[in-house]
């Protein structure tokens, strides 16, 4: 991960933006004790993808079983 001061960032926003495009690698804005992180756009809907799935019921009983080595067959519509 790629890590910035907000006033670097600030700087070269664009430059930093095209990058975390271009390599879906995120960009770590440190400002004080806190910070931000800049994702591709691809790379937040995968998240938020992901996020969605988990949080269904069938989803949450997809993964424990995964994890347990048991697959259930599960229709994509469903979750």
């Known amino acids: 991960m790629v890590t910035t001061t907000i006033s670097d960032f600030r700087k070269s926003i664009k430059g930093y ?6 390599s879906n690698e995120p960009v770590l804005i440190n400002r004080g004790v806190q910070g931000a992180v800049l994702v591709s756009l691809d790379e937040y809907n995968a998240l938020a993808r992901t996020a969605s799935v988990l ?5 949450a009983e997809t993964l424990k079983a995964a994890q347990a080595n048991e697959f259930i067959e599960v229709n994509i519509d469903e979750l």
């Not at 949080?55 to 989803?59: A, I, R």
């Open 17 to 22: 933006i095209d990058k975390v495009i271009a």
């Open 55 to 59: 949080n269904s019921q069938t989803g």
